[in-house]
């Protein structure tokens, strides 16, 4: 049998040794947990990633609602003229509700919403390594919870910053943003420590898919809730919910499985035995992080560069889409959130079904990590890349359009059984940290992205099928070019500086 140090494959350990299942036995004891409680730390990650997402992107739809959309267009400027062919009519199913969309208090330009809608970065990216840093020495649980915590308390302050000021506005994002930058860290941090390794993909997948889910559900209820009881009410209602998931994160999810109280002996000992990795002694501090070998790492900066392009695309859709149902569509509020949540609902369904395969070609060793992860990324950027310049065509074709942002964004879930996990195929000790890092140079489409649009689209002649074509092929150009490099450097076996710390534990099993 060949070493697992000569090979990218996980230590091999059969969870049915052990005795619990999801499902409770016949005449269990009353009281005893039977759903595993790294499973309830994941259900709630889902929630809490939900929140988290629901509160970025409620903007998206909610500023379409909040500002006066009636200021003049090339809609009254080109018809008429040769560049007619570059706008779309307003649809009879539209046109009558179409008109209540445009009645928004502000009267903002394009540039200063994409301002708005960038702001969130601008906080984002400041605490990505700092949460890493938390995580590792107090625990990932609380840098986590209060992510989602303090970020729901300030969206139940945004109605009043946005009438009070657009800086008050700006700055409330900002500070969302802030608190937000720790929580990818501090679940990377949470997984590795939880997740066996092969469950690690459906871990990530299944917890990290509450931010797909709650994309959607903030875009359908964002849309429902603007058209009846006004924006106001977007961020009341996921403000409150995210204070509410707070206290059963705070009292049901423990740092690792030597700290929870309840877990059963049989899952502590499977989790710790297929992680393989020592337990700290008391007041023993972490590793340090070897940050030269990390930052010379080449399959590190292939999963920073692979993170970059993904968000590139990602972000640019999530803070644009609604608007350019909007304004280039024609679609009305209503809509224009539903058919914004369509692309994310199937990036939502197929992300656990993509980590799914990804861990069986794993387990089975029909594919390597290594080829696992190469493969799924390339393929989940290409099939992205490929839609958006078919959308800068497709004209006035909505249902088109639509089939073709729903393919590209449910297309990357390919994409997430590639670099999203990486980080802890490449360093177990230090996951938290290695998100941190590419998170921060990922987060920088999110700040440049709605810009970019901004300018693109600015002026009277900015909503047209030419300037969006730009906006999608830059996008797609993007793609393209960080799947390749992501293909040709990434890997799926432990750095040399980690594995000195996970050799000696692995040796211990076999």
């Given at each position: 049998?060949?070493?697992?140090?000569?090979?990218?494959?996980?230590?091999?350990?059969?969870?049915e040794?052990?005795?619990?299942?999801?499902?409770?036995?016949r005449?269990?004891?009353?009281?005893?947990?039977?759903?595993?409680?790294?499973?309830?730390?994941?259900?709630?990650?889902f929630?809490?990633f939900?929140?988290?997402?629901?509160?970025?992107?409620?903007m998206?739809?909610?500023?379409?609602?909040?500002?006066?959309?009636?200021?003049?267009?090339?809609?009254?400027?080109?018809?008429?003229?040769?560049?007619?062919?570059?706008?779309?009519?307003?649809?009879?199913?539209?046109?009558?509700?179409?008109?209540?969309d445009?009645?928004?208090?502000?009267?903002?330009?394009?540039?200063?919403?994409?301002?708005?809608?960038?702001?969130?970065?601008?906080?984002?990216?400041?605490?990505?390594?700092?949460?890493?840093?938390?995580?590792?020495?107090?625990?990932p649980?609380?840098?986590?919870?209060?992510?989602?915590?303090?970020?729901?308390?300030l969206?139940?302050?945004?109605?009043?910053?946005?009438k009070?000021?657009?800086?008050?506005?700006?700055?409330?994002r900002i500070l969302?943003?802030?608190?937000?930058?720790?929580?990818?860290?501090?679940?990377?941090?949470?997984?590795?420590?939880?997740?066996?390794?092969?469950?690690?993909?459906?871990?990530?997948?299944?917890?990290?898919?509450?931010?797909?889910?709650?994309?959607?559900?903030?875009?359908?209820?964002?849309?429902?809730?603007?058209?009846?009881?006004?924006?106001?009410?977007?961020?009341?209602?996921?403000?409150?919910?995210?204070?509410?998931?707070?206290?059963?994160?705070?009292?049901?999810?423990?740092?690792?499985?030597?700290?929870?109280?309840?877990?059963?002996?049989?899952?502590?000992?499977?989790?710790?035995?297929?992680?393989?990795?020592?337990?700290?002694?008391?007041?023993?501090?972490?590793?340090?992080?070897?940050?030269?070998?990390?930052?010379?790492?080449?399959?590190?900066?292939?999963?920073?560069?692979?993170?970059?392009g993904?968000?590139?695309?990602?972000?640019?859709?999530?803070?644009?889409?609604?608007?350019?149902?909007s304004?280039?569509?024609?679609?009305?509020?209503?809509?224009?959130?539903?058919l914004?949540?369509?692309?994310?609902?199937?990036?939502?369904?197929?992300?656990?079904?993509?980590?799914?395969i990804?861990?069986?070609?794993?387990?089975?060793?029909?594919?390597?990590?290594?080829?696992?992860?190469?493969?799924?990324?390339?393929v989940?950027?290409?099939?992205?890349?490929?839609?958006?310049?078919?959308?800068?065509?497709i004209?006035?074709?909505?249902?088109?359009a639509?089939?073709?942002?729903?393919?590209?964004?449910?297309?990357?879930?390919?994409?997430?059984?590639?670099?999203?996990v990486?980080?802890?195929?490449?360093?177990?000790?230090?996951?938290?940290?290695?998100?941190?890092?590419?998170?921060?140079?990922a987060?920088?489409?999110?700040?440049?992205g709605?810009?970019?649009?901004?300018?693109?689209?600015?002026?009277?002649?900015?909503?047209?099928?030419?300037?969006?074509?730009?906006?999608?092929?830059?996008?797609?150009?993007?793609?393209?070019?960080?799947?390749?490099?992501?293909?040709?450097?990434a890997?799926g076996?432990?750095a040399?500086?980690?594995r000195?710390?996970?050799?000696?534990?692995?040796e211990?099993?076999?």
């Amino acid at each position: 049998m060949p070493s697992r140090r000569q090979t990218d494959q996980e230590p091999l350990l059969d969870e049915e040794e052990f005795d619990f299942s999801f499902t409770p036995p016949r005449g269990a004891v009353k009281g005893k947990p039977w759903i595993p409680a790294r499973y309830v730390m994941t259900i709630l990650g889902f929630l809490g990633f939900f929140n988290l997402y629901a509160l970025r992107v409620n903007m998206s739809v909610a500023i379409v609602a909040m500002v006066d959309q009636t200021e003049k267009t090339v809609a009254s400027a080109v018809i008429g003229n040769d560049s007619a062919d570059e706008i779309c009519p307003y649809f009879n199913y539209t046109t009558a509700s179409h008109g209540q969309d445009k009645r928004g208090e502000f009267t903002w330009s394009s540039q200063l919403q994409g301002i708005i809608l960038g702001s969130f970065f601008y906080g984002y990216i400041f605490t990505q390594l700092a949460g890493a840093w938390v995580a590792k020495k107090f625990g990932p649980k609380q840098p986590f919870g209060l992510s989602a915590l303090f970020s729901g308390v300030l969206a139940l302050l945004i109605p009043t910053a946005a009438k009070w000021h657009v800086g008050a506005l700006i700055a409330t994002r900002i500070l969302q943003g802030f608190f937000q930058g720790v929580c990818f860290p501090s679940m990377h941090t949470m997984i590795s420590l939880w997740a066996p390794p092969l469950e690690r993909t459906r871990m990530v997948a299944i917890s990290y898919s509450g931010m797909h889910v709650g994309t959607v559900g903030a875009l359908i209820i964002s849309g429902l809730m603007a058209d009846r009881w006004g924006w106001e009410s977007i961020f009341y209602f996921f403000g409150s919910t995210s204070v509410a998931w707070y206290f059963l994160w705070f009292f049901l999810v423990f740092d690792s499985p030597d700290t929870h109280p309840r877990i059963s002996k049989a899952e502590r000992t499977f989790i710790t035995t297929a992680i393989g990795r020592p337990k700290l002694a008391e007041n023993e501090l972490p590793p340090a992080v070897p940050w030269k070998k990390v930052l010379t790492s080449l399959p590190v900066w292939a999963i920073a560069v692979g993170h970059f392009g993904n968000n590139w695309g990602f972000y640019t859709l999530l803070t644009n889409l609604p608007t350019y149902f909007s304004k280039v569509l024609h679609f009305s509020l209503k809509e224009n959130g539903m058919l914004s949540a369509m692309p994310y609902l199937a990036l939502a369904v197929l992300m656990p079904i993509s980590a799914y395969i990804a861990d069986y070609l794993r387990r089975k060793r029909i594919l390597s990590t290594t080829q696992v992860r190469r493969s799924f990324h390339f393929v989940g950027q290409i099939i992205p890349a490929a839609c958006l310049i078919a959308v800068g065509y497709i004209g006035c074709d909505v249902y088109g359009a639509v089939t073709l942002l729903v393919l590209s964004v449910g297309g990357t879930a390919l994409a997430l059984s590639g670099f999203q996990v990486n980080h802890i195929d490449v360093s177990p000790t230090f996951a938290g940290t290695l998100m941190g890092l590419t998170n921060t140079l990922a987060t920088i489409p999110g700040i440049v992205g709605p810009f970019v649009v901004g300018l693109i689209t600015s002026g009277p002649y900015g909503q047209t099928f030419t300037q969006w074509r730009i906006v999608f092929f830059i996008s797609a150009g993007i793609y393209l070019v960080t799947a390749l490099f992501y293909a040709l450097f990434a890997s799926g076996e432990p750095a040399k500086w980690d594995r000195k710390k996970t050799d000696k534990s692995l040796e211990e099993h076999d």
